[in-house]
């Protein structure tokens, strides 16, 4: 772990970046799937820490490790978009390359410290680049595995982590050492650091890019025609899991009203057989969320839901540690809740009925949100018309799969579902003349 100062740690890895940038790509990818042998290896320490530190229920805490691990198998998949090609020219010939950026800052949030910080670094180091990764200090040392085992098989210093706490860490993102930025944060987190970028290029320093991750406020939609016990099982595991610590977690259900009969019995029983309890047994679903602002704006959103005519259809309430998975029906005249417009990162989800395909479409785009959808049935223009980066039909909002990658629009973020391998480096077009 670093401890020096940031724009000393920015220099480390500059300093060891040209010798990954040095390597060939497919020499890249055996070193990556050098890592992914090494994290395998880790991957009981990798689980008891995101346990033991920020209380990862175990079985989330596995599937997070298993999609770490499937991202470095798609590596040699997804860098086939970045091995240099010759393009057309109108005479003689052009090379289109890949060249990286340099140094590319992390900037990892506690929620999905294994998942993250193996996505962005092995990402980055496939590209050429060295990673500056700073995890949150809820998370340090499970990131800090994930991130000793990633950096094993390359040169010293490709892989620097700034163990500072944010305020402390901020800096870093307009540091002269670093060349690009990919921040998983909360939107307000996010538009801080831009803030802070601007006011940095204001003053001089080099554009870079900038890439946000930030909050989601994701629609479930249920069609006509969908399976009920599909489409609520989905919702329970897709809205609950972790707690509902997830950007990309179901956040707002969407019910037709042809739908609705079938699917709440299927939503009550499915979200109500979730184990809610020590995040190291084995059969928990949901573990404790801890008292903090997460746990205070939930405790809010539901009494000011409740007060505005909400109607709880499945969940127990505050019981100590833990806040029981619930979902909270909401009238139509009280969509400008906190529940309903803002994320709610706790185990809390508020449920509209709608009029119908139509309507439902205007509900899930009525967001500044720009993240994922899920949509159960039978709706073609549902699908096409929603306004998110990362669609699933008939699919749970947890899918795995790494070549469905993970990214945003407006708030959410800027690029959409774009592979960080194709973010993390530039394009670079190599001409030559005829007959030279």
Known sequence: MGVAEPSELARRAAAAQPAVAALTLDERLARAARSRTALAAAGERVVDAAVAEVGQPRRFARRELASALGLLDALPTLAEAIRPRRVPAVSGTTELEWAPYGVVLGWHAANSPVWVPALVAASALVAGNAVLARPSSRARATTGLVLDAIAGPWPADAV???????????????????????????????????????????????????????????????????????????????????????????????????AWEAFAPALVAAVGALRVGDPDDEATDVGPLPEGPARARARAALAEALARGGEVLVGAGERGAYLHPTVVRLPADALDVALWREESFAPLRGLVVADGPEHALALANDTPYGLGAAVFGQGPEVVAGLRAARVLVDEGPLYQDPLLVVGGVDDSGMAGARPKLEQLVFARRVHRAAGV
């Open 160 to 258: 620097v982590v700034a163990d500072l706490p944010g305020p402390a860490a901020e800096p870093l993102v307009w540091d002269p050492g670093v060349q690009a930025v990919v921040t998983h944060a909360s939107s307000a987190t996010c538009k801080r650091q831009l803030a802070g970028l601007g006011r940095a290029y204001a003053e001089g320093a080099r554009l870079r890019p900038y890439i946000p991750e930030g909050s989601g406020n994701d629609a479930m939609i249920v069609l006509a025609g969908a399976d009920p016990e599909r489409a609520a099982r989905a919702a329970a595991l897709g809205g609950f899991a972790n707690a509902g610590q997830l950007c990309m977690a179901a956040k707002r259900i969407i019910v037709v009203r042809e």
